[in-house]
């Protein structure tokens, strides 16, 4: 449930308010407001009569959450979270861009990149250095050397870094090179793995399943929070259909539809939705219409030579491209890249 502090609520009421919630044996999470203080007290209690808490001093409201995904919804925080990651804040009115290779390949390669994402307005390198693939036989990343090159390069051009961590015991190794931990689609549902990144420092980017519901997504996401982190941000980057012309379907809708039933920030990954570079940019605009807090998308200097995903990696000029065109749509509806 969500209980609403009266805006004149001192730190003594406040306080005495947890108190009661805790003796009562709910877990109790603060989040301050604009406005109002709210506390969420989660806790798996049917016939809990909310008039208890009602009457203590200091409270003003107390609603049950319906969702079954509490700290994520926007029952328990009206306002958008907006996740601040050394100055770029995402969620906010700017529409942050991520790129970079699908894989750290080369010093060269990725000291190229971050120059080209850093030139036409990208704040944030992405790049694998450890990668979840089908095939055991393909690349699978260079590791800590991997991770090493991209902060590097990272640094030199004033970037943040994004990069997929896949398992617990690579926590706190990527913890130390990155300042986002990413967590790709077949690990959304890896809850004690989840578990683990809520205790972390570092902001989480949760990709939504190959197959999830937005549900199941927001579900996922609440691992995390209820473990301690709130600096979670969802990534679209398509479900698994039918459809064979590209390789997931993007499902444009999620993101309207997470910003109104959660106050996480939600991002697009029209690259690995489509699978196809010719595809990429549309999407990107479209994802930008539609109301993505940021877009991420893989760029590649030589694509046909990339040692992963190649065939839906922009050129460096096509990338150029992009942020022109998302600049003018970001423009139309009140927003900056």
Request: with cysteine.
């Amino acid at each position: 449930m969500v209980v609403v502090l009266e805006k004149n609520v001192t730190e003594q009421q406040i306080e005495e308010i947890i108190r009661h919630l805790v003796d009562f044996g709910f877990d109790v999470h603060k989040s301050t407001g604009i406005e109002q203080i709210v506390l969420g007290a989660i806790g798996v209690k049917p016939d809990f009569d909310i008039r208890k808490v009602k009457v203590l001093d200091g409270v003003q409201e107390v609603y049950r959450i319906t969702e079954p995904f509490k700290l994520a919804s926007r029952t328990f925080k009206k306002e958008n979270t907006v996740v601040d990651v050394k100055g770029v804040k995402i969620g906010g009115n700017e529409v942050v861009v991520m790129a970079g290779p699908c894989s750290v390949e080369s010093e060269e390669q990725i000291f190229s990149l971050a120059g080209t994402v850093a030139k036409f307005g990208g704040k944030i390198l992405r790049g694998g250095a450890f990668k979840p693939r089908t095939s055991p036989y393909s690349f699978q990343g260079l590791g800590e050397e991997g991770l090493k090159m991209m902060r590097q390069a990272a640094d030199k051009y004033n970037l943040l870094v994004v990069t997929e961590v896949m398992q617990i015991e690579q926590i706190a190794l990527i913890e130390e090179y990155a300042d986002i931990l990413q967590v790709g689609a077949r690990n959304m549902q890896n809850y004690p793995f989840l578990k683990e990144l809520g205790k972390s420092s570092k902001p989480v980017m949760l990709k939504r399943g190959l197959a999830a519901t937005i549900e199941e997504w927001m579900m996922s996401a609440e691992y995390i929070l209820a473990s301690g982190n709130r600096d979670v941000i969802l990534c679209e980057r398509g479900i698994r259909t039918f459809e064979t012309y590209t390789r997931n379907t993007f499902d444009l809708s999620a993101i309207p539809v997470v910003h109104k039933k959660s106050h996480l920030p939600v991002i697009a990954d029209p690259s690995h939705a489509t699978g196809y570079r010719d595809q990429v940019i549309p999407m990107a605009r479209a994802a930008v219409a539609a109301g993505a807090d940021a877009i991420m998308v893989e760029i590649h200097s030589n694509p046909e030579k990339a040692l992963s995903d190649g065939p839906q990696s922009l050129y460096p000029e096509q990338y150029e491209r992009m942020m022109l065109e998302l600049k003018a749509i970001a423009a139309a509806i009140g927003r900056t890249v």
